[in-house]
């Protein structure tokens, strides 16, 4: 044994490791998210950083980028930069706890659907076919409506739409796996049903999985951006990428660091999520592998 | 000495889209603390059903039960709470199956899974890894202190058997069943593991029912064998006298269909089973 024991998970980092554009995308993904971690922890401890993204200077407003405001100021002479971190903590903690949600009942309803198949297979597979019928961003905004714009809902109810692509990947998985021989020899064993569904089964469909929670992230950002541009999104005074640019659009023939910069911001985010998540998608595929 | 395993009269019966199917019709089998069986018969002749039979291991739906009881220990195996049937599996009866490198689950060490089943029926175990590397020491394994820890895409075909062995002997059952446990491996690792099952069942006082195609393989291993057809039982008996002196032209043909070191045989026999057809009915 010359090489050193290597997890199935240790394989798909090793490989990911070599791709480049898959290791900037990850690089970029990591500034945004201690960019966004600094300024939350500031933000608690009552440390403006590298201002308070709310404090209102009419004698400084609509400034270009400059020394003391380095992406300049809004309407209300308030810093860009504040408000696009407290932009980037919002839109990371969307991004990811929508995901959190959306794969918790993605992969609880798609493991059942896929384990026990026949009529529970069925009964399922039709509520997601409809629940797919709905046109996804009409639904998220009529839930806000009638729930009220506020963070908390706006992640439950991005969850609670989007979980369905991640079912039926689940669900395809584990019509494959629950055939098995490793599944037939557990039961062989003597192995409960719900061991053998989240011990046996579930890691070995741990990398599709987790490249569709990555690709979840970035759609995430894109419909809570969406919606704080249309207004029902997180509500103002607080700073959201959607809504400095909603509220920056009116100024944007002489102001046009207002929406360049969260527009940027918005852009790249998502792209370095999908980069990475597609990085991570060739990285998974064993048959991909390359000497 | 009373039997450990008794099947009475059993038949299961496959639904499919294409109709019905009776993959096992009406047999009867019985096996006595620590003795051997052999099922032997081609593909698709009820063998590798009846042994998964014997702990429910069928899919029900399609598979079922149409007649007959199976009984261990004198308990109706066809009657048993799912937890009676969960502690009866791999506690009392353990598999091993044939393709040793799909049976292992790829994202666990051979540790993880085999502390997995003594965890599973022998709760009282205190210290895991060193039973762990007892099991693996006893089916010959060298180095299991380190070995214990690979992934079994890191052990060759016939190390992976030996695992599997381990594990199923782990949870020290009184019978084990092996589904055609060498098919997968090559010729010299097959004689490896077949030896190695021989001395584990002495070892042990493990009663054996071995699964296979290859009647040359059984002999030496196994006190009896049923020959099965289609479904049914077709001759069951003492292994050397089966083997001498058959009586069914199916375990005639098999026998025949053997090739032998030094025969003149232009041709390996073949089965005919269009005159078979009209012999068994």
């Known amino acids: ?291 | 000495m009373a039997n450990l395993l008794e099947i009475r009269n059993l038949s299961i019966r496959f639904r499919t889209e294409h109709g019905n199917v009776d993959a096992v019709k009406n047999i009867s089998l019985s096996l006595k603390e620590g003795a051997s069986l052999a099922v032997v018969g081609e593909s698709g002749s009820g063998k590798s059903v009846t042994a998964l039979a014997l702990t429910r291991l069928l899919p029900v739906p399609p598979a079922e039960f149409t007649s007959g009881d199976i009984l261990f220990q004198d308990e109706n195996v066809l009657a048993m709470k799912p937890d009676r049937l969960r502690a009866i599996r791999g506690g009392e009866i353990a598999y091993i199956f044939q393709e040793p490198s799909s049976s292992l689950n790829p994202v666990y060490s051979i540790r993880n899974q085999i502390s997995e089943a003594i965890r599973l029926h022998r709760p009282d175990v205190k210290d895991v890894d060193a039973e762990i590397v007892r099991w693996l020491t006893t089916v010959g394994i060298v180095n299991p202190e380190k070995r214990m820890h690979d992934y079994p895409h890191q052990l060759s075909g016939g190390m992976q058997q030996r695992a599997m062995i381990a594990m199923a002997l782990s949870c020290q059952p009184s019978l084990l069943v092996a589904d055609e446990p060498t098919t997968a491996l090559d010729v010299t690792i097959q004689a490896q593991i077949l030896a190695e099952l021989k001395r584990l069942r002495a070892e042990f006082n493990m009663a054996l029912i071995l699964i296979t195609h290859n009647i040359a393989i059984i002999q030496g291993l196994c006190d009896r064998i049923a020959v099965m057809f289609r479904g049914e039982i077709v001759e069951y008996g003492d292994t050397t006298s089966v083997l001498k002196n058959p009586q069914h032209p199916y375990t005639k043909a098999l026998i025949a269909c053997i090739p032998r070191l030094g025969s003149r045989e232009k041709r390996l026999k073949t089965i005919d089973y269009s005159w078979l057809e009209k012999t068994n009915t």
């Open chain 1, 1 to 291: 044994m010359n090489t050193p024991a290597q997890t199935p998970l240790g394989r798909i980092l090793s490989r990911f490791r070599r791709d480049r554009f898959g290791m900037i995308a990850l690089a970029g993904i990591v500034v945004l998210f201690v960019l966004a971690l600094v300024f939350a922890i500031l933000s608690f401890a009552r440390v403006p950083f590298p201002m308070d993204p709310n404090a209102t200077d009419l004698e400084r407003k609509l400034l270009a980028p400059n020394p003391v405001n380095w992406l300049g100021t809004d309407n209300l002479g308030r810093d860009l930069f504040s408000r696009m971190l407290h932009g980037s903590y919002i839109s990371l903690t969307v991004g990811f706890v929508a995901v959190a949600v959306s794969l918790l009942i993605g992969v609880i309803v798609g493991a059942v659907s896929g384990y026990y198949g026949r009529w529970v297979d069925n009964v399922i597979m039709r509520v997601v076919d409809a629940i797919m019928c709905f046109p996804t961003f009409f639904l998220i905004l009529t839930a806000v409506a009638l729930l009220g714009p506020s963070m908390l809902n706006i992640i439950v109810v991005i969850g609670l739409v989007s979980w369905t692509g991640t079912a039926r990947l689940v669900r395809a998985e584990f019509l494959t796996l629950r055939e098995t021989e490793y599944v037939r020899a557990a039961r062989s064993l003597g192995q409960r049903t719900p061991a053998i569904i989240f011990r046996h089964i579930l890691p070995n469909a741990f990398a599709p999985i987790f490249v569709t929670a990555v690709l979840g992230v970035p759609a995430a950002i894109l419909t809570e951006a969406g919606l704080s541009f249309l207004g029902f999104g997180v509500q103002p005074p607080q700073a959201t990428w959607g809504n400095i640019i909603a509220d920056g659009k009116t100024y944007m023939l002489d102001a046009w660091w207002l929406i360049v910069f969260p527009g940027l911001a918005i852009f790249l985010a998502a792209l370095a999520f999908y980069l990475t998540g597609d990085a991570l998608r060739q990285a998974a595929e064993t048959r991909a592998e390359r000497k």
